[in-house]
């Protein structure tokens, strides 16, 4: 179906550009490289680009980048890949990977992420966090949760706790108590359109307005998260000034913040604006970045970076309840013996286990320690990791709890350096392996974890997760 902007959007362009107009439509119908940025918490990106490339996949850095590749080559989509599966990297536009880059979040950290789902920049805060500190990711809309759970387990994170909470009321409940924010939230799309033409359809500036009202809303409730000297990064995927300049100028006109700059020198970008159609912003806006599809090839990009310069008067209207989670840590029953077991069947060093805390019930679950000391005021969505599951004596690893715990598992292990024998692994075939181990057994591939088998008299019978479709992992010409 083709769609045409409505007059409303070609003045606002106009507004915005000029006689550059016609590059911005023209840019709708040109679609951009898909890009990926490697997860480090699965191993170096060397190994992982290697095996990417073992399955005819082509990747190469992106012009003026050192971690973010654009793919050139990929006999099937990409997103089907077992490097995909395992995690290995996230497809991301390039555009969207800024505004963690921007926030820089450091390992140890109290990290509010307010609009999290599905996981894009949580997955990446993750990663820079190297998971450590705590992330409280937050949405309202339980599929959207479901996709963000699916990406942080397929991650390897354990520090991430995801939350269901109208983000209004985050502030209240949570008041300074983290030491960054970011704030994505739901927008027009204007600088997504040429994957999702259809926002011409249905764009209006009275939408935009909508739009701002929550976003004005949502922002407060963030600078009251904030601890005091915090960093809050703003970021939307649009271009239009209600939903970002006029956003930001509110809460520096009346919220104790102040706009820091930004560097960006690996693309072109332009200043926020300080005036728009009759109106005038704070001159701290130029500080702000505008992203243009067609200057970069990437989508359409706000950024503001904010720092709390005071705190603010906590008017609570109601007492909140902690909420008791009772994570444990690893030398204490009943947590104590399955970890036990994993140390002494798979060489693992004890030592590595009192590094995290533990939550058992149905599954073992892995978290920070940051996790375990924050007070929570409802209970979580999901924390942590899923790195086991308890039986009667022994505990059986997960596929994640193997790639987490992998570079330390030294016993019961096999090490493939054959793509066809590992293709068959990760489609549950039956294998013929001469193995000494007995029953759960680590199968790793050139040195990175993939996952697990059951070992009995010499025959390997593959526990690889179930997927939606077979694995291609040896390429046919």
């Known amino acids: 179906m083709t769609y045409k902007p409505s007059s409303e959007l070609e003045d606002l362009i106009e507004q915005l550009l000029g006689e550059e107009k016609p590059k911005f439509f023209q840019s709708i119908a040109e679609s951009l490289p898909h890009t990926i940025r490697f997860n480090s918490l699965k191993g170096e990106t060397d190994l992982l680009k290697s095996f990417l490339f073992e399955q005819g996949i082509r990747v190469e850095l992106f012009p003026g980048f050192n971690d973010i590749y654009r793919v050139i080559s990929q006999p099937y989509p990409i997103g089907k890949s077992l490097s995909h599966f395992l995690g290995h990297f996230y497809v991301q536009d390039i555009a969207s990977m800024l505004p963690v880059r921007v926030l820089s979040p450091e390992p140890g950290e109290l990290v509010l992420d307010m609009s999290a789902a599905p996981g894009s920049k949580t997955t990446q805060i993750a990663d820079m966090m190297q998971n450590r500190g705590l992330i409280f990711a937050n949405d309202i809309v339980p599929k959207r949760l ?106 520096v006109q009346q919220l104790p913040v102040r706009i820091l700059d930004i560097e960006l020198p690996e693309l072109l970008t332009r ?54 989670l009772n994570f444990i840590a690893d030398k204490t029953s009943p947590v104590k013996k399955y970890l036990d077991y994993f140390s002494q069947h798979f060489g693992i060093p004890r030592e590595v286990f009192s590094e995290m805390k533990y939550h058992i019930k149905n599954d073992i679950t892995v978290v920070s320690p940051e996790i375990a000391d924050f007070t929570f005021y409802s209970k979580p969505f999901k924390t942590g990791l899923t790195m086991a599951r308890p039986m009667t004596h022994i505990g059986k690893m997960t596929t994640e709890g193997i790639h987490l715990f992998g570079k330390y598992i030294l016993a019961n292990k096999l090490n493939l350096d054959d793509l066809k024998t590992l293709e068959s692994f990760v489609n549950r075939e039956p294998l013929n392996l001469a193995s000494s181990g007995t029953l759960q057994t680590a199968l790793f591939y050139q040195d990175f974890p993939v996952g697990y088998g059951l070992t009995e008299n010499g025959k390997f019978k593959s526990q690889f997760p179930k997927a939606e479709w077979p694995f291609q992992v040896v390429v046919t010409s």
């Open 146 to 251: 479901r996709a963000l759970i699916n990406n942080l387990q397929r991650m390897g994170i354990i520090n991430t706790a995801v939350i269901r909470s109208y983000a209004e009321s985050i502030g209240n409940q949570y008041f300074e108590a983290f030491d960054k924010v970011l704030l994505d939230p739901a927008c027009s799309g204007l600088g997504t359109l040429h994957k999702s033409p259809e926002i011409l359809s249905w764009w209006t500036p009275k939408h935009c307005t909508r739009m701002a009202a929550n976003q004005k809303s949502m922002l407060l409730s963030a600078i009251k998260a904030l601890k005091p000297g915090g960093i809050l990064v703003y970021s939307t995927c649009t271009l239009s000034p209600e939903e970002n300049e006029e956003v930001i100028d509110q809460a």
């Open 271 to 324: 200043p926020g604006l300080t005036d728009f159609a009759n109106k005038r912003f704070n001159k701290q806006l130029a500080r702000c970045r505008r992203i243009y599809p067609f200057e970069n090839q990437t989508e359409g990009f706000f950024l503001a970076k904010l720092q709390k310069t005071a705190g603010m008067e906590d008017k609570k209207q109601k007492t909140w309840q902690p909420f008791q």
